[in-house]
């Protein structure tokens, strides 16, 4: 900028006239203010300026194009100079903008009509269409740092540059802005389009799914929602839109049934686009890239062919190989993952974790702890004949005391082996007494002592450190135990006998599939596991070198055959789509049941997306029924979506056509437990205001509770209802007894299937079946193997949280109504929550106070009514495997349980008030009527589990 005014002197001795003025030179215009004028002018105005100069000042004369001229006095001469100068420099740069401007006038018209129209609402501003437009704003940007209003340009070029400079300042604002008039304008332009395309009018959530065309849309879908309907309806607004032809859209289903129905849904508005599952849109990749089709090995086309396939393989690597030192460690000593009981803090978890695994040994027997079950496996398998807890041979049984047993016997050598449960440090697990254990510890070596017989000591220590075997090995070798290792054909008739082989293969086959999906090479995953010695890293390297050996047999039968497997159609599409301009035509790519995808499946999107960029990706899933992890699903696909697919839209569809409101409350709090997941609010189109969620607890008095649930669901249901049996295995059926029911309500349809069959299934009533505590109950207990995991991701910190999302699965395939049934002797959590949180809306039947029995012993698992073969009945611990615990029922009524209060226990069936006195010596038990020599006297409860010896008379 530049100021310019007459000086002070020059007024008084200047020989040139002057006046009072002002001028300005700023960048763009000289500003002249005087008297009688207030003038702006363009440097690119000016025809001419003359300077007449004086000994010391100047006059100068400044012509415009426009015939109009003033003139500036009393300057020195080196100001007027420095005018001049300024104003041809001006010129210059304003001459470099407007060429600038003209270079990129076509882009900036383009831009800018791109702005008005985003601004008018005409169409969605998408991420990718906001980074390209600024990009293409980059070249000339520039430009919109300048004052270019004040630059003679054409009004049309202005106005766009106006409107792209709005749009430049605050993109992420200017996108939301236009996105938020696009919506209800677009929504208002597509009315009719949207009430017609399906036989009911879209929902607005539906249709607000279907308008957005940003770069990737998340459709969060809650069961029963409509989605089927959203995909149709988008594949259908695109072609309306002129967005893409039909080859241009590619659907995705995970299997045949969903991709059928959305291909039938489509075929009946006459449209034929590219809908596929994943694995089929593979197969036809790599066909067109290798110029012929794979055929699909028939061992994968069912799960039961696939592992009797990789049960054979097994058995073929343990007879033939050569690291059968290896495999025969493998299945000694690290076959079940290993926890160490100085990690849990209650008897009742580590029962709980025992339970979980099936500790049978090869020799067939149950053992109680992981540590035993090694050390009978060690014992038989090098051809040492043993006996599990065989009574010492000396009678030590008191009134006080049980027989002693031994953990181990070797009749042969006459060698009694104790496994005890003691660090280095001489102490015991948290649950267990450490006083009372190591006195019985004394007690056992002065008895062996005494009787001088020989004693063989091992430590739970030992196994922490990895050399329990070997300590073992060493000290039988001392004592003159001859080994006799069992062969490898024997050892795996031994292995088969007691389903070691199935159990490997339940590792094996989720494993290899997992490792296919991911592409992952053995040495990658050897690497992550190489750093430490803990034993889990032990127990994983020794398997992926089984696997290894495994893995390459597999692969040679494929090779052999001629065929592929699922893997290999979405790897080598992976492959051809990474590496050549294939498929670059699809301009949208619809995803369904998105929950449950995998690694794989997403990277098949993923390399498209890198093909062709303009891609634009439609998901739609719920997390709240990712229920296949095991297959290699990984949740965090879907609900870290933003992180592996980019700028994201996440939209919800949260009314449910399917169940109504009553199943909605229950199974919305159900699964909100887990706070880990996308939270959604359901609304059900259904309003009931009654509990349609029953809870079923059978008992003796239950009789055929089934045949009953059907008489009440035939007595409210129309003609031809369906009743669907759901549950967690396939022989929860096994109670079933359909000719019964269809005796009853010849005309109601009845089915059975698994949860994880029934998704995306519905039916008028639902009664899931066998809500059982157990291994293979529901929930499902079994610990993932640590083998496995490696594979997946994270696991998640809530417990039970997929099996809760399996739950949640069951709850909303019924219309009207669910039945939960538990197990008589063993309820579930999941139906002991149900039960217990009086904030559920359910109604229960014959459920009274069963869930306050906690044994007092392990502290944890629930009592169960149980009966003796005498035929009295009694309860006992749920881990009665385990846990030795028993209790008569109350006296008084033979039904109740007695609970404990401070100084009493009283009976929990509220039809009896019976009250009984706690024992004053271990205040655990209660005194209760005992037949006597002399008559009727009080015991404690606790003489046989706890050894209290208190009596009292009846007086």
Known sequence: MLKIKPSFFSKIFSPFPHNNYSCVLNDYQIE???VTQDSQYSFLAIKNINVHKGLVWSRVHIDFKDNQSFQLTGLNNNMAKELVLFAEKKKDYINKIIKQIEEHGEQIKIDGNWVARAKEGLFWVSEFDKNETLKSIGSYRNILELSFTKIPLAKATIKSLLLIEGFNNNPEGFKEGCNNVFIPEELARYKVFFDKIESNPLTEEQRKAIISDEDS????????????????????????????????????????????????????IKIVCETHTFHSFGLKVSAKAHKKKSSLASFIESNQLYYRF?????????????QFSEIKKFFISYFIPYQDKFNFDSLGEYYKFIKSNNLITLKGEYVKSMEELEISNFLFTNGIEYNYEKKYEQKTSTSEKRQYKPDFYLPENKIYIEHLALNRDNQTPPFIDQDEYVSGVDWKRELHKKYNTVLIETFSYQKREGNLTQVLEDKLRLAGVVFKPMDQEKFLLNLNEQGYISEFAKICGPFLNLFKGKNESIDALRNRFNEDNAQDNKRILLFLDLFQELFQLYEEELKRLNEIDFHDMINEANEVI????????????????????????????????????????????????????????????????KKYFGYTNQLFLTKTFRFNSSIEKVASQFIRKNSKQIDKEIKAHNISNSPNVKLFYPNKKSGKFLENIVREISLNCSKHSKVLFLGRNNHNEEGVDYRALKAIAPKLIFEFRT?????GYEADYVVILDLKRARNGFPNEMVDDPIINIMLSENEAYNHAEERRLFYVALTRAKHLVYVIAHPSSPSSFFSELSKDNDYFVEKMNVFSHYKRVCPLCKTSPLTEKTSKDGRNFFGCQNWDLCLYTSAPCQLCNIGYLEKHDTYFSCDNKHCKHQAESCP??????LHQKPGEFGLFLACSNYYTNNCDFTKNLS
């Open 32 to 34: 002249y203010s005087a």
């Open 217 to 268: 849309t998340l459709v969060i879908a809650s069961a029963g929602s409509g989605k089927t309907s959203l995909l149709v309806g988008k594949v259908n607004y695109l072609i309306e839109k002129g967005f893409a032809t039909e080859d241009q859209i590619l659907v995705l289903a995970f299997n045949n049934n969903a991709k059928e129905e959305i291909a039938t849904r489509l075929k009946e």
């Open 310 to 322: 990789i049960q054979n393989k097994i058995e073929e690597l343990i007879k033939d190989s050569k």
């Open 578 to 641: 990474l590496n050549t301009n294939c498929y670059t035509n699809f301009k949208y790519i619809l995803v369904d049941e998105f929950q449950d995808i995998s690694f794989g499946r997403a990277k098949l999107i993923t390399n498209l997306q890198k093909n062709y960029p303009r891609i634009k990706l439609l998901s739609v899933g719920d997390d709240w029924q990712s229920i296949y992890r095991f297959t290699g699903a990984d949740i965090d696909l879907m609900t870290n979506f």
């Open 755 to 759: 949860v994880h069959r029934a998704k």
């Open 921 to 926: 010596k271990c205040g655990d038990g209660y």
